[in-house]
């Protein structure tokens, strides 16, 4: 069994940054893929960025290329989303999740842990 924490979401205007964290504890980390998704009142969970088991493949929604940067640190189970140039609609419930059998996934149904989830809340 895998368990999954973010942190790091908050309060922040449009055009400032937040880092995200999930730390994994439970099972072994350093083979999944990682992903961030995010959830907006009254939307789908939608992908953000995925990283393979090694760190070498990143993944992206065309909607945060270029903003958002997914990574890990597998000798600490953690990974982290960077991300800048907030915009409001970026405001969302973002999760941590991992994919036990799927490399590089983008499909929220091929990940078999989630956390709980860290909100960020972006103000124009």
């Known amino acids: 069994q895998v368990q999954l924490v973010e942190s790091g979401g908050g309060l922040v205007q449009a055009g400032g940054s937040l880092r995200l964290s999930c730390a994994a504890s439970?099972?072994?980390?350093?083979?999944?893929?990682m992903g961030w998704f995010r959830q907006a009142p009254g939307k789908e969970r939608e992908f953000v960025a995925a990283?393979?088991?090694?760190?070498?493949?990143?993944y992206y929604a065309d909607s945060v290329k270029g903003r958002f940067t997914i990574s890990r640190d597998n000798a600490k189970k953690m990974v982290y989303l960077q991300i800048n140039s907030l915009k409001p609609e970026d405001t969302a419930l973002y999760y941590c999740?991992?994919?036990?059998?799927?490399?590089?996934?983008?499909?929220?149904?091929?990940?078999?842990?989630w956390g709980q989830g860290t909100q960020v809340t972006v103000s124009s």
């Open positions: 439970g099972g072994t980390f350093s083979s999944y893929t």
């Open positions: 999740a991992a994919a036990m059998y799927y490399s590089g996934s983008i499909d929220k149904y091929e990940y078999d842990y």
């Open positions: 990283i393979s088991w090694s760190g070498g493949s990143t």
